[in-house]
């Protein structure tokens, strides 16, 4: 079953805008990654922040995490048309830290 | 360094056949996962394998096994296959457990008819 949910499911853009997506999750987690996915191929693992940190930055990506609310979100500065892609969020549970995913969010970015 | 390289790329099954999926993993990358993903889904966790051994399993049926080898190299088993099993594998490396995040494969898309 999915435990994350990300919101929203679709998002357009035009090039240079920022994209915010967000992700909401169940249970207590060792960590939270986003990956993204190019038409239906492997993931590309972006960041990862662990359960005790709020806030954490990569290039032109920031990601927050609120354990309180069991929710994160993954801004994308100064977007590009080759940012166009799916965007998963997924939660490491476990002592296997297996990954849980949401259904992602599809980002369409227009030049 | 090499990446994850998973084969095949696509294979199409009769259902009730068996197919083996294999898994290069990431070199000095001893845990590898495999993930399920149908059209329009997330993956969704099959197992894990670390230094050879089961490392947890999610909710999917005996039919689905794996094995890992010496070299950290995995494969995936599916037994008497179902319709329902056409989705896109991905095979996910990491060094110790994931908690560094994971290399995924470009996956193996198998169609069962």
């Known amino acids: 079953s999915q435990q994350g949910e990300e919101d929203p499911q679709a998002l357009s853009i035009q090039e240079g805008e920022n994209a915010t997506m967000n992700c909401s999750y169940k249970t207590s987690i060792n960590n939270l990654q986003w990956y993204r996915q190019n038409s239906g191929r492997g993931l590309v693992h972006l960041i990862l922040i662990r359960s005790n940190e709020r806030e954490k930055h990569s290039g032109r990506l920031r990601v927050t995490l609120d354990t309180s609310k069991k929710s994160s979100s993954l801004l994308i500065t100064a977007s590009r048309a080759a940012d166009t892609a799916s965007y998963f969020c997924?939660?490491?549970?476990?002592?296997?830290?297996?990954?849980?995913f949401g259904k992602g969010t599809k980002l369409t970015v227009n030049p | 360094e090499t990446g994850v390289t998973q084969s095949p790329t696509h294979l199409i099954k009769t259902r009730g056949q068996q197919v083996t999926l294999r898994c290069s993993s990431q070199?000095?990358?001893?845990?590898v996962s495999w993930y399920q993903q149908a059209l329009g889904q997330g993956p969704q966790f099959i197992f894990q394998y670390y230094r050879e051994e089961e490392n947890g399993r999610g909710n999917f049926p005996p039919r689905f096994s794996g094995l890992q080898f010496p070299n950290y190299s995995s494969e995936l088993n599916v037994n008497a296959l179902e319709l329902d099993d056409s989705a896109l594998y991905l095979c996910a490396s990491s060094p110790e457990g994931g908690g560094y995040g994971y290399t995924f494969g470009s996956g193996t898309r198998l169609t069962v008819v």
């Open positions: 070199s000095g990358h001893n845990t």
């Open positions: 997924a939660t490491a549970q476990g002592g296997s830290e297996k990954l849980v």
